[in-house]
């Protein structure tokens, strides 16, 4: 059965995640599909991209999947982690891409998420950083994703406290550009990326990666980038870290001893 959906109508594109019994984890397979829909529409030059999950779902994705998080040593969110991979060609996807949010958004879905163009959200949906609570290393891209989306007064709020925020606060910081009904959500995401379709696509195009470029425009020297990675080693090589995987496949509350 696959974990991915690819739709065209006529200048746009759909792709909607379909794991459900998963929660939409973002595994190899399931991302590999997003991957190879998103560059099948490159192909096909659509000219708006409409990322979503199956209608009704609870859980829009329960983020990275754990199942596939290294018990420790090598990375779990390196450059060429197939998580970094999809966030990359989101960003890079020559056209917007608009997130159709329903249900809870964890984990790297969020850093997903934010790596659209614009973000509409029914009411129930909710977002929640989990590194802290299962003990990771989280990547420097990808706090750079998120702090380029949200005041950094909120993410830390969220990455120290692993506690989900509803849309409506989501909403008034300026995250989401839209909060739909869910039976509305659909044809207004629709709507909205025809709209953009019937727009100069180079100029389009040439904005959001002109906006891309100035958002990845910081300056870091060596001995920063030094530093960051001997803090995403020390995380990554911790107890802590073996302890959150523990817990979440024994489904029990963590422990963790900061070692
Ligand atoms: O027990 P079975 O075999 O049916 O499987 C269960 C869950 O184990 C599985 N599942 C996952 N498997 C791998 N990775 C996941 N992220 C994941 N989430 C869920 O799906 C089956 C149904 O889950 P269940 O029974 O818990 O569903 P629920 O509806 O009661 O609860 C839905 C959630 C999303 C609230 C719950 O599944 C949950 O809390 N999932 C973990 C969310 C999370 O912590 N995600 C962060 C993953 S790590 C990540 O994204 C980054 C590395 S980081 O942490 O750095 O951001």
């Known amino acids: 059965m696959a974990l991915v959906s690819v739709i065209t109508d006529g200048a746009v594109g759909t792709v909607m995640l379909d794991h459900p019994e998963k929660r939409n984890a973002l595994g190899e397979a399931l991302i590999a599909g997003l991957v190879d829909g998103l560059d099948r529409l490159r192909a096909g030059a659509v000219r708006a991209v409409v990322l979503r999950a199956a209608p009704g779902t609870k859980v829009w ?4 999947d754990i199942d596939e998080l290294p018990s420790s040593r090598r990375d779990p969110l390196g450059w060429s982690e197939p998580l970094r991979l ?44 989990t590194p802290a609570r299962l003990g990771v290393p989280y990547g420097l891209f990808g706090l750079k994703t998120l702090a380029s989306a949200m005041p950094r007064s909120l993410l ?15 909403w008034q910081l300026g995250l989401v550009n839209h909060v739909v009904p869910v039976d509305r959500i659909a044809g207004f995401t629709a709507d909205l990326a025809r709209t953009i379709a019937t727009n100069a696509p180079l100029a389009v195009a040439a904005m959001k990666e002109q906006l891309r470029i100035l958002d990845d425009a910081i300056g870091l020297g060596p001995g920063q980038f030094e530093r960051l990675q001997e803090l995403r080693r020390t995380v990554g090589e911790s107890g802590d870290y073996r302890e959150g995987l523990a817990a979440f496949a024994a489904k029990r509350a963590p422990v963790f001893l900061g070692t």
């Not at 949010?101 to 509409?120: K, P, R």
């Not at 830390?156 to 989501?170: H, L, N």
């Open 61 to 64: 994705s329960a983020g990275h």
């Open 86 to 129: 999809l966030v990359r060609r989101l960003q890079e996807f020559p056209a917007p891409v608009i997130a159709q949010l329903e249900g809870g958004v964890w984990g790297g879905a969020c850093e997903v998420v934010f790596a659209c163009d614009l973000i509409h959200a029914t009411p129930d949906v909710t977002f929640a950083l």
């Open 156 to 170: 830390r709020e969220m990455a120290f406290t692993a506690r989900p925020v509803g849309v409506e606060r989501a």
